[in-house]
């Protein structure tokens, strides 16, 4: 499937309605309110043909500028728009005209992209989730902020993490750490995921994929707090060789206290300036059949769910390429008031995939570079589908005449799209028999 910008589809809404003009200036635009350009007069029907219509300027000095069109004159091509003087600009720059502001282009299409799930959507195989672990997104795919992929936090202001989408194991990316500092501590504590309590009094094992180019900097740790303030001996595993490989850190076979208040799972770093990589954790010891959904499929829907049968690694979920998987009958999803779950039908033994199909909306845009999985005939249907969203929120216009013209354009809008909606759409994967077990 391919891709498209947010301004590739704001252009192709833009012709859509029919009234798209695109010139260059002729004078440069200088610190007044007049755009000049002489291509604009083949398109006018004399004086004042586009006041109250919008000017979008894509200048250097005027970035992105959107102006109101108060007076036209066509011996000159000379648009004259409301608001403050603009800035002078050095060259020719491309200013569009239109009856519609760009402003309600872009809502439009980011209201349409939210709404038109499922009819257009994105297909899902995930194959993060690790059966006996309880580690929130710990695949690190999962990053609604920048600087930190979800249920996870690290030590100190100057501790960057970021998501890397290259030196990944598996899966679409992994936690890049950056300690500027001296020490760093990247970690997941009860704060950021309360079930990590259900872990005191239980043996568990930490293992992590690790990758950094220095060795006796990067290890495991498991730090635990009891109610009377008693601090569990810290528990570490062996340093990373420092081999620029990933590698399989192991913290095995540990009893955790009784009566916590606080539990960590970290992975810590000690040589400042020096980058580590961090991919598919993992924490098994308790019996487990609700996992945390990745996020894809908290907004979207499963259709079929399987767990890995076997593999050839000590830890079969290590394999990176998984061809056996037993399907799942009689999964569930529910949710807790914040986020939702996956919930298997039986205890699965520890240390195997779970693979979750399904589907998600599609990428949510906000700039003009932002991309969308989406190409062809497919972009077709969310214009269609864009332009009936335009007119469904230009109807409450200031006067009847506005309101019903906008009405008549919105239900012929929706009729394009319903007409476009059997060829164009994306059919749903029929979900698999999910019988109830009992």
């Known amino acids: 499937m391919g891709e498209t910008t947010l301004a590739t589809i704001v252009d192709r809404l833009w012709q859509d309605l029919g009234d798209y003009i695109s010139e260059v200036t002729t004078t440069n635009i200088t610190t007044d309110n ?23 300027i894509e200048g250097v000095a005027n970035p992105l500028t959107e102006r109101q069109i108060s007076d036209y004159v066509t011996t000159t091509g000379v648009v004259t728009v409301r608001g403050a003087a603009l800035a002078a600009e050095s060259a020719a720059m491309t200013v569009r005209l239109s009856k519609y502001r760009r402003t309600d282009l872009l809502r439009a299409i980011v209201d349409a992209i939210r709404e038109i799930y499922p009819a257009l959507h994105l297909p899902v195989d995930n194959r993060t989730l690790v ?68 872990l005191q009094g239980k043996t568990v094992t930490f293992k992590a994929w ?119 009958v009689g999964w569930d999803t529910i949710s807790d008031g914040a986020d939702k779950y996956i919930k298997l039908p039986f205890m699965y033994p520890a240390k195997r995939r779970i693979r979750l199909l399904g589907t998600t909306p599609l990428e949510t845009l906000a700039v003009a570079a932002d991309t969308i999985s989406l190409d062809g005939d497919k972009i077709n249907l969310l214009v269609a589908y864009s332009k009936y969203v ?49």
């Open 34 to 56: 007049d755009v000049i350009s002489t291509h604009f007069v083949q398109w006018d029907r004399g004086n004042n043909t586009f006041i109250d219509w919008w000017a979008y």
């Open 131 to 198: 059966t006996g672990n309880i580690l929130p997104n710990s695949h690190f795919e999962n990053w609604t902020l920048t600087t930190i992929p979800d249920k996870w936090a690290s030590s100190g202001t100057s501790q960057l993490v970021t998501e890397e989408n290259t030196i990944i194991r598996g899966g679409t990316s992994s936690a890049k750490l950056d300690n500027t500092g001296a020490a760093m501590i990247f970690y997941c504590s009860h704060l950021e995921y309360p079930r990590l309590l259900d």
């Open 210 to 328: 690790v990758n950094t180019d220095t060795a006796s900097h990067a290890r495991l740790q498991i730090y635990t707090k009891q109610a009377d303030g008693t601090e569990q001996t810290t528990l570490l595993s062996s340093y990373h060789s420092g081999g620029s490989e990933y590698e399989l850190l192991e913290l095995e076979d540990q009893d955790i206290n009784d009566d916590l208040t606080d539990i960590a799972i970290r992975v810590t770093t000690s040589v400042s300036d020096k980058f580590v990589y961090v991919d598919d954790a993992r924490v098994t010891g308790l019996d487990l059949d609700e996992y945390l959904l990745p996020l894809d499929l908290q907004n979207g829907a499963i259709t079929q769910v399987d767990v890995q049968s076997r593999g050839h690694s000590d830890d079969i979920c290590d394999d990176l390429h998984l061809p056996y998987w037993q399907q799942v």
């Open 390 to 438: 335009l007119f469904r929120k230009l109807k409450s216009g200031p006067t009847s005449e506005d309101t019903n013209r906008f009405r008549i354009a919105e239900q012929e809008a929706y009729n394009e799209f319903q007409r476009l909606l059997p060829n164009k759409g994306m059919g749903m994967k029929g979900q698999m028999l999910n019988l109830p077990v009992y």
